[in-house]
T-cell receptor
Framework: DAGVIQSPRHEVTEMGQEVTLRCKPISGHNSLFWYRQTMMRGLELLIYFNNNVPIDDSGMPEDRFSAKMPNASFSTLKIQPSEPRDSAVYFC?????????????FGPGTRLLVL | SQQGEEDPQALSIQEGENATMNCSYKTSINNLQWYRQNSGRGLVHLILIRSNEREKHSGRLRVTLDTSKKSSSLLITASRAADTASYFCATDQAGTALIFGKGTTLSVSS
């Protein structure tokens, strides 16, 4: 299996621009997670989906952030408009949720820099 | 919010020495997991210990769990330069997603 695939790997954009991050989870996994990692705040869960349905989006910073999962093999995280404080590494992870045990598999991340 | 807190925040040792990292958490859990993150990469799962287990081994890794103290430790024996990474604990409560701590940064020098 190719693992979790994220694109792009690096993104540099200017403040006010729209940014779209993409994720392809591992085939057969039924849960997908978006995280943001910064030195100051560590690893933060933004939102997660179970069977393509958003379950908890309480970590989404504000209305500028939105996430979709139109099917089991694709998800997007969109920031519009982007701001310098959004600069971070964004990770997507997927898991096969079975009962109380869940191991998450992380993608390589998208390093976002907003100027 | 973050439930797990790793200690120490940073640890520097020589190759061949053992490295011990600790994790404390706040509420009851189903299980606790440890992940490793190499610089510039995503997190990788290392080991999972259930709430009814006290100790678990995987190769050079040894994990203990004390639910009465709400704490866990990760021991890496005979460390190698390749063990240089950040290590995170993550707790799993019923009905919620995993909650990760801020991590311990381990540096192993040769």
């Amino acid at each position: 299996d190719a693992g979790v695939i994220q694109s792009p790997r690096h993104e540099v954009t200017e403040m006010g621009q729209e940014v779209t991050l993409r994720c392809k989870p591992i085939s057969g996994h039924n849960s997908l997670f978006w995280y943001r990692q910064t030195m100051m705040r560590g690893l933060e869960l933004l939102i997660y989906f179970n069977n393509n349905v958003p379950i908890d989006d309480s970590g989404m910073p504000e209305d500028r952030f939105s996430a979709k999962m139109p099917n089991a093999s694709f998800s997007t995280l969109k920031i519009q408009p982007s701001e310098p404080r959004d600069s971070a590494v964004y990770f997507c992870a997927s898991s096969l949720r079975q009962g109380a045990q869940e191991t998450q598999y992380f993608g390589p991340g998208t390093r976002l820099l907003v100027l | 919010s973050q439930q797990g807190e790793e200690d120490p925040q940073a640890l520097s040792i020589q190759e061949g020495e053992n490295a011990t990292m600790n994790c404390s958490y706040k509420t009851s859990i189903n299980n606790l997991q440890w992940y490793r993150q190499n610089s510039g990469r995503g997190l990788v799962h290392l080991i999972l210990i259930r709430s009814n287990e006290r100790e678990k081994h995987s190769g050079r890794l040894r994990v203990t769990l004390d639910t009465s103290k709400k704490s866990s430790s990760l021991l890496i024996t005979a460390s190698r330069a390749a063990d240089t990474a950040s290590y995170f604990c993550a707790t799993d409560q019923a009905g919620t997603a995993l909650i990760f701590g801020k991590g311990t940064t381990l540096s192993v020098s040769s």
